[in-house]
């Protein structure tokens, strides 16, 4: 054979091994570039999907407490992932003169969030956060309830696949009626908002517009200023707002 010829067959065979070596290194990279961060993206996202699960249960367990007073009933969530459950303040709700403080209850599970709120449930992810299910109201013949519970105590969950048992104990509830003055509006003192200050102004906003939205008779369309939300109570579709305060301790 050529001389010649053997020099080129030995710079073509370099040529394709590296070419090889190159499109494997390639694959490499791109498998952990796209494969790695979506399985992990897909395991966050399974632990969150399966906190608000165990969320909603645990929400239903809280609203069976209110028939079984001072009764204390144990649940078991089951978490794939490892993380702190426990109380954060969360701001307040304020209706005419009287003001009740909320607690956040909240599981976090990678970057995601699950929280109950005021009886309702939230997902929060970085700096967004969204309504699962929104806080219990209700509107219709003139009278409004309001049902936000408070909770109290923590948990924490480690590597065990079995979760932890929890325990809440019902410690009963508080009624605040606010009746609304015929005639209010705003030319006058008489005038009744209802009003969330706080964290996730723009979280509470989106519940004030749902309230709206579903008796738009009662209540307007809400208004931010600054860190509060609130929106204006019509009186001509309300004539009484009851506030019932359930209380559970948690641990």
Known sequence: MNPVTKKESGAATVVGFVLILAILSAAVVL???????????????SAVLSAKDDMVSFTLLLDSLQSRK????????????????????????SIGEYSLSLSKLSFAAADSKISLCAGGLIR??????????????????????????????????????????????YRGEIKHTCTIPAGADDTTDDTVYLSYAGEDVKLWQAAFSELSSRYPLCFSQPQI????????ILPEGIRSIEIISLEYVIT
């Open 70 to 93: 001072d009764t204390t009933v144990s649940y078991l969530p089951v978490f794939e992932s490892d993380g702190t459950a426990s109380l954060h303040p969360a701001g307040s709700i």
């Open 124 to 169: 929060s992810d970085g700096e967004n956060s969204v309504w699962l299910s929104f806080p219990k109201t209700a509107a219709e013949n003139g009278k409004a309830v309001f049902v936000i519970p408070q909770y109290q105590g923590e948990f924490s969950r480690g590597t065990s696949a079995a979760g932890i048992p929890l325990s809440a104990l």
């Open 31 to 45: 498998f952990f570039a796209v494969q790695v961060p979506a399985a992990e993206s897909y395991t966050a996202e």
């Open 225 to 232: 200023s600054g860190n509060t939300v609130y929106s204006k």
